[in-house]
């Protein structure tokens, strides 16, 4: 598709009433997007489209210049690929109505790289368990160079994009939204988006600039954050959560799912809980969704207690629960000094994790 094509693509895109479904039939019914962008109103009502987005088009086609919008997209330094594409994610074309067209800044090339890319999705409203278990996983799935995507919201989305370039992984934001400033949502996050451009990720939407955050744009934002994935993990979700809906569409895509068991207490994993109860793939660790994906796990991922000194399986042991440093002194009756050398250490091996205030826990 050359550049005169894809601008009445983006056009129509900013026509209302004009979806995905209604841009396909057009463009099969009068060959290119440009021929639909000149039809005249007898023309578009034999086409088959919804008498609704016929309506639309004759009422903002004379005040939207084609030529001139595209060219507001590279002056925003925002790219446009069509699904013709050479760098249209592959598995996207394998949903069911995929975008006719992604819009999109950073490195494009982060959305057809070799690497199998993993969905971390939960909710916003965490716990600390929530946030370590999606910190511990990003991590690991991208020193195991996985792409980690996510629908850039608060909570265990905007911790598992910044987790992932912690490891100077890649990772892909999915908006719900336009990508402009005024029209990014959430607007907390737009600093992160930042930086997953800067530091070679994407952050992409299917919604051209300008589009407000519409509470239907974000089920549709989900299907795509499935349908460029091999696979979703619910990290933590409520019963009634958009990570669910994300794994229905996972379920439908015929992608794996995943999910990290929480509590039987907790509202926060009541969602993550259920999925497991229907089937979806019960997850320990990193290593779960690697074996899974036929992947072998590194040797981090893997290690075991027994290349462990004794004096730190120890301190493993009385971590199951919360512990601080004066707990654990008293436990084992040791000085204060090697007890935190030995944290330190077991922390940098991603084996513990400092919750603040001189108390730590195990994480694997």
């Keep these: 598709m050359d550049e005169h094509e894809y601008s009445y693509l983006h056009a129509l895109n900013l026509v209302p009433q004009v979806g995905q479904k209604t841009l396909r039939t057009l463009r099969e019914h009068f060959g290119s997007f440009a021929s639909v962008w000149e039809a005249n109103a007898g023309e578009l009502a034999e086409c088959g489209i919804f008498p609704p987005a016929v309506a639309a088009l004759i009422e903002h086609r004379p005040h939207i210049d084609p030529e001139k919008e595209f060219a507001k997209l590279?002056?925003?330094?925002?790219?446009?690929?069509?699904?013709?594409?050479?760098?249209?994610?592959?598995?996207?074309?394998?949903?069911?109505?995929?975008?006719?067209?992604?819009?999109?800044?950073?490195?494009?090339?982060?959305?057809t790289a070799h690497s199998i890319a993993i969905a971390l999705v939960g909710t916003r409203r965490t716990t600390r368990y929530g946030i370590e278990v999606a910190e511990l996983l990003a991590h690991e799935l991208a020193e195991a160079g996985i792409t980690v995507v996510s629908g850039l919201a608060t909570g265990i989305d905007a911790t598992a994009h910044t987790a992932t370039l912690?490891?100077?992984g890649t990772t892909i934001g999915i908006l719900g939204s336009g990508l402009d400033r005024a029209s990014f949502f959430p607007r907390e996050n737009w600093n992160l988006s930042e930086r997953i451009i800067k530091e070679n990720g994407v952050v992409v939407s299917e919604y051209p600039p300008g589009t407000p955050p519409l509470k239907e744009h974000f089920p549709q934002r989900n299907r795509i954050v499935s349908g460029i994935c091999k696979g979703i993990v619910v990290v933590e979700a409520r019963e009634k959560s958009g990570a669910l809906i994300t794994a229905r569409f996972a379920l439908e895509h015929n992608r794996q799912v995943f999910a990290v068991p929480g509590s039987i207490f907790s509202p926060t994993a009541r969602g993550a809980n259920l999925l497991i109860q229907e089937g979806a793939k019960l997850i320990l660790s990193t290593a779960d969704i690697l074996v899974e994906l036929g992947i072998t796990p590194a040797a981090t991922l893997t290690a075991t207690?027994?290349?462990?000194?004794?004096?730190?399986?120890m301190l493993l042991d009385l971590l199951e629960e919360p512990q601080t440093i004066d707990t654990l002194k008293q436990a084992i009756s040791g000085e204060t000094a090697p007890l935190i050398a030995s944290l330190s250490l077991l922390e940098l091996q991603g084996r513990v994790r400092n919750l603040g205030a001189g108390t730590y826990q195990r994480i694997m």
Excluded: C, H
């Design 74 to 111: 590279a002056q925003a330094n925002i790219w446009m690929i069509a699904e013709d594409s050479d760098v249209y994610p592959e598995l996207l074309k394998e949903i069911p109505n995929p975008p006719a067209a992604l819009y999109g800044k950073g490195a494009v090339e982060a959305l």
């Design 166 to 168: 912690e490891r100077k």
């Design 305 to 313: 207690r027994d290349t462990l000194s004794e004096a730190d399986r």
